[in-house]
């Protein structure tokens, strides 16, 4: 009689189709899973880096930053005020040279460095925050109307709380590693000339199988491949360095003797080699 509690091998479990593991069951997210407004505003946002945007709200943390260098400064004043009084007073002077403590002794200097403690921790944790805010990359103006034409075209805020959308120059990417970021000119071209012409054949060879999966007829928002936009870019500027460097042999006059060498095969490959070097 077989044990019904026998537990299968190891071997057994491999040799099991993997949809009986239950893998033909994950799917995919898609911003129509969610809901109208701001939850499928919140979905597209993070479904790309290029989409992943966010105010860095420079002027206000500038302006509170400000405030509180103010605040230290005020308090330190006091401290160094303090200190220069204390010099003149033999009761006080040692609190100049030395942190004993008594909770009888006069409590002015303690409060003050207790004060301007509790101000710098907020200042440095602030200032701290805000300089990793700065080091964020910059937003490309087409990627900032990318998410501003699917706020408006979906109505995902009512009320005119949308209104923090309009200060384009106020944007950064939520990742240093964005494609925004790191793309270059060429590469630029290529995405802004997909943007303007959505129905352009070219579409097809910068949409991987990855963005196929995210994309989909009701969100009219296609997703591009960074790793293509990048291969096309890179090889789109190696033909032109190495035109380039190609272009004086046959537009210079050279003689008879180096004219042979410069159209020779290692020539051409240390061409390559040296356009490839220079585009990276």
């Known amino acids: 009689m077989a044990n019904p509690l026998r537990l299968r091998s190891p071997s057994e479990i491999a040799k099991e189709p993997e949809h009986d593991r239950g893998y033909h069951k994950i799917t995919p997210s898609k911003l129509e899973d969610y809901e109208q407004g701001i939850p ?7 479904s790309n880096d290029s989409f992943c945007i966010f105010r860095r709200f420079g002027y206000a943390a500038t302006r509170i930053l400000e405030v509180k260098q103010v605040e230290l400064w005020t308090l330190i004043t006091e401290l160094q005020d303090l200190d220069e ?22 409590t002015t200097q303690k409060d003050l460095l207790e004060k301007i403690e ?37 109505r995902s805020f009512e009320g005119g709380e949308d209104a923090f959308l309009f200060q384009s120059d106020d944007f950064v990417s939520a990742k240093k590693t964005s494609g925004s ?66 272009a004086p ?6 003689t008879r003797s180096i004219l042979p060498l410069l159209r020779s095969p290692r020539y051409n490959f240390f061409l390559v080699i040296m356009s490839v070097i220079l585009s990276s």
Request: overall charge neutral; some cysteine; glycine content about 2%.
């Open 249 to 254: 042999i046959f537009l210079i006059p050279a």
């Open 118 to 154: 509790a101000k710098l921790t907020i200042y440095y944790k602030l200032l701290d925050l805000y300089v990793r805010i700065r080091d964020l990359d910059e937003v490309k103006d087409r990627h900032h109307r990318s998410v501003y034409n699917f706020n408006v075209n979906n």
């Open 181 to 246: 970021a790191k793309s270059n000119r060429i590469e630029d071209m290529i995405e802004s000339y997909l943007q303007n012409n959505p129905d352009s054949k070219l579409h097809t060879l910068f949409v991987g199988n990855d963005e196929k999966i995210k994309s989909s007829a009701e969100s009219h928002v296609v997703h591009l491949s960074t790793f293509r936009l990048g291969l096309a870019s890179k090889i789109a500027t190696v033909c032109l360095s190495t035109g380039a460097l190609l």
């Open 40 to 46: 499928r505003f919140a979905a597209f946002q993070n």
């Open 85 to 106: 009084k204390d010099v003149a007073d033999d009761a006080m002077r040692y609190r100049l040279s030395s942190i004993e403590y008594d909770e009888k002794w006069d």
